[in-house]
């Protein structure tokens, strides 16, 4: 698979429960190369057609990056229609459901999942939707660009600068604090910070 994952794409739902006991699905696709996560959607009531929409929403994404996506990896859930399907077959991606009762066929997103409730939803009472998706987007955009991964030799899945060996240590809040993320500067720039 090591010799193909440049070439697949990985989706899965997840459910958020609100602090007024509603819950919320989340829709992510992960690049299996470079590990990089999409934000498809959020929403309350998940249907085929929102789910189809999402993805074409995704393939407009993907065509202004010249990406080159060969396979999908999905579960079975009844809310992968046909229009879904089409959806990425139009673009010459092949959807590639997994096996009933394969928990390890999806391996990268459920990972991923794991990884999201541990590091940021598990921290964090959410009230609604759209609180969700901004908690989610800030969230995604340290894992796509600062958080290091030990399958990518801690880089991140958006390829960041070698860090720097000397300077100063500064510290950014990620999520009002949840996550820290540290990072170096030179010291001539260190002394304009403060």
């Known amino acids: 698979m090591n010799h193909y994952k440049e070439q697949l794409l990985a989706c899965d739902f997840f459910t958020v429960e609100t602090v007024f006991l509603r819950t919320i699905y989340v829709l992510v696709f992960i690049e299996l190369g470079t590990r990089r ?8 009531h998940p249907d085929g057609l929102w789910v189809a929409q999402q993805a074409r929403q995704l393939i407009w994404e993907f065509e202004e990056t010249e990406s080159s996506f060969r396979c999908l990896i999905r579960d079975n859930d009844k809310k992968y229609t046909k229009v879904f399907d089409t959806v990425f077959e139009s673009s010459n991606i092949h959807n590639i459901p997994t096996p009933i009762k394969a928990p390890n066929a999806n391996a990268f997103t459920d990972r991923w999942v794991r990884t999201v ?9 959410i009230i609604n939707e759209s609180h969700l998706r901004r908690v989610l987007d800030e969230y995604l955009a340290y894992y796509n ?23 100063v240590v500064n510290r950014r809040s990620i999520l009002g604090g949840i996550i820290n993320d540290y990072f170096c500067v030179p010291e001539s720039r260190a002394l304009q910070l403060t």
């Open 145 to 167: 660009s600062r958080r290091p991964h030990q399958g990518l030799e801690q880089q991140s899945p958006i390829p960041r600068a070698k860090p720097m060996a000397t300077g």
């Open 37 to 44: 996560v999409h934000l498809a959607g959020v929403t309350s």
């Open 117 to 125: 409730r541990q590091e940021c939803l598990d921290q964090i009472l």
